[in-house]
Structures are given as structure tokens and as C-alpha cells.
């Protein structure tokens, strides 16, 4: 699935992303903001969307995996509000404060929740 070594791409700089803020090291509040939005248009309009329209009914309809599915679907939602919690906190995660550890937690969970969510679409749906 190309669509998730995109995904897995943004995750790396989601991780860049946190070792800095732990380090002190600066970074580019651009590229957080540019990576929530890859996340936002292409996995959660495009791929996640596609998902949810092909293969997730089907599943559905023909009994398999259905316990799966309505976690992958859950997932899919929480990720979405995750990202724009995301989106709304990168412009002033320079500022160190309570927005800036709201951000970190925020790119901690996505992180942590599509990890082994792509991994079980990739081994387990496909």
C-alpha cells in the first residue's frame, strides 16, 4: 500500500517533530502544519474515504471482519479530530505553554493509534 508508506512518511515527521520539542531544538511550525494537512487530504479524504466507501461495506455485507472494520472506522474518526487538533495548534507550537503540550500529545496519539492501524489494514484487510 503506497498510500500508507505516505502515511508512514508523515508519522517519521510527526517523531522529528517530538524529539525536538523534547530537545529544545528549533523546527519549522510550517512543516507541522504541511504534514497535518498530507494527513487531512490525502489519508483522511482520500484513502480513509475510499476505504470507507469500497472495501469497509463490503466486508460488512458479507459478515467478514466486521469487528475490525467498526474499529478501523472509529479509528478513522479519531483521527480526523486528532488532526485538527493538530492543524489548529502547529502555527504557534513555537511558543512553549499549554498549546504546545496539547500539540505533542496530539501528535503522540496519532502516532500511537496509526501505527498498528495501518499495520492491521495492511495485514489483516489486505
Not at 494527513?39 to 474515504?49: A, C, S
Amino acid at each position: 500500500m503506497r498510500e500508507h508508506g505516505v502515511l508512514d512518511r508523515v508519522l517519521l515527521i510527526y517523531e522529528a517533530v517530538i524529539r525536538k520539542f523534547s530537545s529544545n531544538e528549533d523546527f519549522d511550525p510550517p512543516l507541522v502544519t504541511q504534514s497535518g494537512e498530507i494527513i487531512r487530504d490525502f489519508i483522511n479524504n482520500y484513502h480513509e474515504k475510499s476505504e470507507e466507501t469500497y472495501v469497509f461495506p463490503r466486508l460488512k455485507k458479507a459478515g467478514q471482519m466486521v469487528d475490525l472494520v467498526d474499529t478501523l472506522l472509529r479509528q478513522h474518526e479519531a483521527g480526523r479530530n486528532v488532526t485538527q487538533t493538530i492543524l489548529r495548534l502547529a502555527p504557534a507550537s513555537r511558543k512553549d505553554g499549554d498549546e504546545r503540550k496539547q500539540l505533542v500529545a496530539s501528535i503522540q496519539s496519532f502516532i500511537t493509534m496509526y501505527r498498528p492501524h495501518a499495520a492491521r489494514e495492511d495485514t489483516d484487510l489486505f
